[in-house]
């Protein structure tokens, strides 16, 4: 009798642990995939912002250090780097803000 008990409860135990496992449907990792795309697309962004402003920078230090301009011509030039910064930082901007990301609208992940 006491291994008859002890039979149903390891197998009510063994069954409770099954339907556990069972409760994690592929929503769960549906969700972690949107997640890690979407970390991918922020890193990405990121990137693209940094290598813009690298160069951006480089590009005004070598103007900065330009002896044949003078300091009028290289506050012009100096303005003209900055403003295609922020043309530049606008454009990845409106690239994530609409979706449009490697050229692809809207990408179903799932």
Same mark, same amino acid.
């Given at each position: 009798m006491k291994k008859m008990i002890l039979v149903l409860v390891c197998s009510l135990?063994?069954?409770?642990?099954?339907?556990?496992q069972y409760g994690h449907d592929d929503n769960h990792y549906g969700d972690s @995939? %949107?997640?890690? *795309? &979407?970390?991918?697309?922020?890193?990405? @962004? %990121?990137?693209? *912002? &940094?290598?813009?402003?690298?160069?951006?920078?480089l590009k005004i230090l070598a103007v900065q250090h330009d002896w044949s301009l003078r300091r009028h011509?290289?506050?012009?030039?100096?303005?003209?780097?900055?403003?295609?910064?922020r043309r530049e930082l606008m454009r990845v901007r409106e690239q994530d803000r609409h979706g449009d990301r490697d050229g692809f609208r809207d990408r179903d992940y799932r």
């Open positions: 135990g063994l069954a409770s642990l099954s339907f556990a @995939r %949107e997640r890690l *795309v &979407r970390s991918h697309e922020v890193a990405g @962004r %990121e990137y693209q *912002v &940094r290598i813009i402003n690298r160069d951006i920078d011509q290289k506050k012009i030039a100096i303005r003209a780097l900055e403003n295609e910064r």
